[in-house]
Each structure stands twice: as C-alpha cells, then as structure tokens.
C-alpha cells in the first residue's frame, strides 16, 4: 500500500465509471483475462496485459494462496473515503476485507463478502491495509495492519475455521509489531516467518531505534545513509506471537553491500513477499516512488538477500503491490492497478503468468502487455 503522489510514465485516462453496489456473499465475477473490454474499457485506454479479476468492488495489494484446493486472495478493499490525498495516505481509509476465490486461473471469482470489519477489532483506530492469511492446524489466521486510537501502525491476527472467514480479531495487536504490510511465508520445515514494513505513511522509518519516534521524519533516509529495510521475524506455534524480537531483511548489491537509500530503483520500500523455488528464497517488493516490483534472493529466508532484477515494471497509478504463488504447476503474480477508476486509491486486482529463465532468474514483466 504505498501513499505519495508522483508523476507517472502512464498518462492516466479520465476517470472510468464503476456500479457502486456492493458485492454481496458469493458474488461470482468472470476472471476477464481474455474475455471483452466492457464500456469501462474505452479504445483510447492503454492496452493491459491482463484484466480486472473482479468489478463490483474495488480491491487492492492482492495476497494469494492455496488452500482446499482453490486459489484465496486477500486483498484490501478500496472505497470512496473523500479524504484528500497525501503523502500519508490518510486517502487510503479502507473499513473492512473482503476474501476472494477461484477454482482455476481465467475461471471465475467469487467474492466470500465481508470477513473482518474495523469495528470488530477492539483496539483498532483506522484505515485497514494490506492484509495476508496463513493456514496451520485446522485453523486460518489473517494478518492485518490497522492503525491504534494513538494513530500508529500496528500489527493485527484474526482466525476462522473457513478459508473465507469471518474472522475474529485478538484482542490486543501482535506484542513487539509495527509498520504495515504483513506477508506469511511457511518453510518446508513448517517454521513460519511475517516480513512486514512499509516507508512514508507506513511509519517503518520512526522504528530505526527500535522504539515509535513520532517525531522522525515522515520520508525515508536520503543520500547515502543505509536503505531502511522491511523486518522478518519467527512466527511461535501457536501463529499468534512474534517467537523473539522483528530483524532486519538486508538487501545487498552486486559487490556484497547493503543497499542505500538513494538507490530508489533498487531499495525496499514497501509491500514484501517471500516465496521459496528450487531451494532458493526470493524476496520481492516495490520500490514505491519508482514504481517497481524487484526481488532479491538468498539461501536464509531471514536473508540477507542480494538483488537481482525487476519482477514487474510499473503499472497504472502510483501504487504497486503484488503476491506470487504456484497453482496445479504453474507460477503467477496477483498484482493490482487502476483501470477501472483511474484513480490510485481505487485500485482492482488481476493476475497473469510468472516465467523463468532456466537458471530460475524471472522475467520481467510489462503490465502494458
């Protein structure tokens, strides 16, 4: 979930219509990556790789697993708040999530309905971000960020029996959490890890003494001080619990030194997501005011990591976020961008295919198709 106005290489269209009703439980949706452009898609709009998976909401920063066989996605659900923009985005002002599902890629979408409110989340203050799901033991747990009722960023856990919810929040955020973004990885040996943080209005930078600073600055670091870098830390059994204190992930470049924060096209920004291929862990995430996703790689998944390469070059609106997955043999990203509003705070997800190259590098991918 990224919060700044910037100038893009696409030249965004008029805004395009959306119905405002509201998808009830088990709305279906066809996954249009190869049916017709309906009148929201004009001939003098860009040309797009793939299309909206679902149109009778708005949903964003799409994270997707596998469970029961299916495809679930966890996304953030966009809406009209009427909040000017900002660099915080305080625009940003999402109220609840919905889940969504598909049998197969290019089949349909349903939409579960609403599976967690803000009102039922007893500490929660406002804007509900970027959000992830984990499965263990019979039980599904949904990771959220959500700011306190003192305004700062923490992290929430809610579980269900159902892959769909609803979900019942905990009571309290998660002990020694912050910042946003929150993205479960579960290694084959079953320890699992949350990689969380996001700059600017995502307050990672007001945690570099490892206590909230509300008076830092509400950028990043400039020049050639070190990149501040998203944070791992082990999940306890139970899934609920940080099993010690968050780390650093360090990101280094080609000669073996961290990244710095003037290296905007390569450093961490926001919205990380670790997946394993071929005993080799890939750390992917934006690059926020440059508007990239790139991964990075190493043979830890509390890193460090060393940079590789673009993932997706970027896509309509200024926000970019993504999660990859392999389904029945095949990779793909869920991503999301704004062709269906035109407006960078009502975003809609989609999903296309991830290739390799036989050395397991990934292609780039342009989003303009």
């Not at 966009?78 to 625009?91: R, S, T, V, Y």
């Not at 889940?99 to 309905?113: A, E, F, I, Q, Y």
């Not at 050639?224 to 870098?229: C, D, I, K, L, T």
């Amino acid at each position: 979930m990224s919060h700044a106005l910037a100038s893009r290489r696409w030249l965004l269209a008029a805004p395009l219509a959306l119905a405002a009703c509201q998808s009830s439980p088990t709305q279906t949706a066809a996954t249009s990556g190869t049916a017709a452009p309906t009148t929201a898609d004009s001939a003098a709009a860009p040309h797009y790789l793939s299309q909206p998976l679902l149109r009778g909401i708005y949903t964003a920063d799409p994270s997707a697993h596998v469970f029961e066989d299916k495809i679930y996605i966890y996304p953030s659900h966009d809406i009209e708040a009427g909040i000017p923009e900002n660099d915080n985005g305080d625009h940003f002002a999402m109220r609840d999530y919905h889940v969504l599902s598909l049998d197969s890629v290019g089949g349909k979408v349903t939409d579960h309905g609403v599976a967690l409110d803000l009102k039922d989340i007893p500490w929660a203050g406002r804007q509900l971000w970027a959000p992830d799901a984990a499965f263990k033991n019979g039980t599904y747990y949904l990771y959220f960020p959500v700011k306190d009722k003192q305004d700062v960023f923490r992290l929430g856990v809610a579980t269900s029996k159902s892959p769909s919810g609803p979900f019942k929040a905990a009571p309290q955020p998660i002990k020694g959490s912050y910042s946003i973004d929150p993205a479960v990885f579960t290694d084959t040996d079953g320890q699992a890890y949350l990689y969380f943080g996001g700059l600017w209005g995502g307050q990672l930078q007001r945690w570099k003494t490892g206590t909230y600073d509300p008076k830092a600055p509400d950028k990043e670091p400039a020049g050639h001080e070190p990149a501040v870098g998203a944070r791992v830390a082990r999940l306890t059994p139970g899934m609920t619990e940080f099993a010690g204190p968050a780390k650093e992930v360090v990101i280094l470049d080609s000669l073996g030194k961290p990244l710095k924060a003037s290296d905007n096209k390569h450093r961490f920004f926001e919205g990380g997501w670790l997946h394993k291929y071929q005993g080799k862990y890939y750390f992917s995430y934006s690059t926020g005011d440059t508007h990239l996703l790139v991964y990075a790689t190493g043979t830890s998944p509390l890193g460090p990591f060393t940079y590789q390469g673009v993932v997706m070059k970027p896509v309509q609106g200024w926000t970019t976020h993504h999660s990859i997955v392999e389904f029945k043999g095949k990779w793909y990203i869920f991503y999301h961008d704004t062709q269906l509003s035109g407006k960078t705070w009502l975003r809609n997800v989609k999903v296309t295919e991830l290739k390799r190259r036989p050395d397991g590098s990934i292609i780039p991918i342009d989003p303009a198709g």
